[in-house]
């Protein structure tokens, strides 16, 4: 099939190139001149594990190409939407301009039969009023709402074989549901399952797993701040009751909390979108969620304060990871390099590293002394915080990263180190919600 996907940040890159992957022949459109040239020349913009080959080998291929000219699209069957919706400036709310203006620029190129489909998170009511635009401009195009569960670091394998599909139809809409089988053939003969439903649910089954996941996480980092009262782990608590179906262990694991770029600000979006339809109420749990997660960003400095003997002024602190979670460049709203920036508040002098982020985070906040590695950030350092946790961070050799430090003390902010193994080398090792 011939399909366009205007916005090619994360979603959108990594949505034309599995595009292509499956046999498609896409058109990427994006206003930024600079990434569109960064990708034609085959570069991702941003890392993500398996991201790189699979574009230099869809763009091999021909049927990949990107462009900033919105009329390359016409001739495109399926037109898929994947601007980013940010939180709107002073509020809570989505700020949905991207999304009305990529449909808007996608009018005059529509025709007969096309059908334009939703994958930006938005708010519920959206895809109704863009689906009442695009029948009123008249061309015989239809819209679908095709939500994405893309995990950053796992977003290759989520498109490629996602663990469901939704389309979001209008009743009846055949049509739709036809050609998004066609475009998603190969996961659907693989045993995806399929959800049919309306624009409504469609578009609350992305915030409302968003919303579910981010009351797990802050759930057991709740249990961290009792477990701390208590002399409890919260830990070997996670494992205990994730023996139960019913809970499951997945998401039970007590740290900085959540970060990036959806499941912030999604649930603020999903509570300043029930307030608008007045069932406020229904969501007021999500407040506390969200004043959970950011508490635990508090707590790790006033961690590092008790290590360090009270005061942070002054103290070498060595900081492990910047992104909000590993494989993954993307430090937007990441407790990593929240932390980072309150040990230095604080009067810290702080030395940061990641394998990945250590660009994307030097462009956010240029003034933090940034190194290269894990020693070069220890040399000398009063304590250690692991505050991302990298593969290569959890696979430390304690005892000879305890000849780099000068005081051999960690803070695990992620509950991924084996206290036993550190403690035997010698370290004194703290951890959220573990005595």
């Not at 701040?225 to 809970?247: H, K, M, N």
Request: hydrophobic share 45%.
């Amino acid at each position: 099939m011939k399909i366009s996907v205007i916005g090619c940040g994360y979603l959108g890159v990594v949505h034309a190139a599995c595009m292509t992957e499956l046999g498609h022949e896409v058109i990427g459109i994006d206003v930024d001149s600079d990434r569109i040239a960064l990708l034609a020349a085959g570069t991702p913009p941003f890392f993500e594990p398996g991201l790189a080959e699979l574009l230099s080998r869809s763009m091999q291929t021909g049927r990949l190409r990107f462009s900033t000219d919105i009329s390359e699209v016409s001739g495109s069957e399926v037109h898929f939407v994947a601007v980013g919706t940010p939180q709107l400036a002073g509020s809570d709310a989505a700020d949905l301009r991207f999304v009305r203006a990529a449909v808007d620029s996608l009018l005059p190129q529509l025709a007969a039969g096309d059908l334009v489909v939703g994958k930006s998170t938005v708010p519920v009511g959206t895809a109704r009023g863009l689906a009442d635009v695009i029948t009123a401009h008249g061309s015989g195009a239809t819209l679908a709402w095709n939500p994405e569960f893309l995990r950053e670091g796992f977003a290759v394998k989520d498109t490629l074989a996602p663990d469901r599909l939704v389309y979001g139809l209008d009743p009846g809409d055949g049509r739709g549901e036809g050609t998004l089988d066609a475009v998603y053939a190969r996961a659907l003969a693989g045993g995806t399952p399929k959800v049919v439903t309306d624009f409504a649910t469609a578009e609350l089954v992305k915030v409302a797993a968003n919303a579910f996941l981010a009351t797990k996480i802050s759930f057991i980092n709740a249990m961290a701040e009792v477990a701390e009262a208590t002399g409890a782990d919260v830990t070997q608590l996670a494992d205990a009751i994730g023996y139960d179906a019913r809970i499951g262990r997945r998401f039970l694991n007590a740290g900085l909390g959540f970060g990036g770029g959806c499941l912030p600000k999604d649930i603020r979006g999903f509570m300043a979108r029930a307030k608008e339809l007045g069932v406020d109420q229904a969501l007021t749990f999500l407040g506390e969620v969200d004043q959970i997660n950011n508490r635990r960003r508090e707590r790790m400095v006033d961690l590092a304060k008790e290590v360090v003997g009270g005061s942070l002024a002054g103290k070498r602190i060595a900081v492990l990871g910047l992104a909000f979670k590993p494989d993954s460049d993307d430090v937007r709203d990441s407790p990593a390099l929240d932390v980072t920036l309150r040990l230095i508040e604080s009067g810290a002098t702080v030395r940061a590293t990641d394998p990945q982020a250590v660009e994307t985070a030097r462009r956010r906040f240029p003034d933090v002394d940034y190194v290269a590695s894990a020693a070069d950030a220890a040399e000398g350092a009063d304590a250690v915080l692991l505050l991302t946790e990298w593969r290569e961070y959890r696979d430390l050799d304690p005892a000879a990263f305890g000849e780099v430090v000068g005081t051999t003390a960690i803070l695990d902010g992620r509950n991924c180190l084996d206290p036993v193994a550190w403690r035997s080398a010698g370290w004194s090792y703290r951890a959220l919600g573990r005595p």
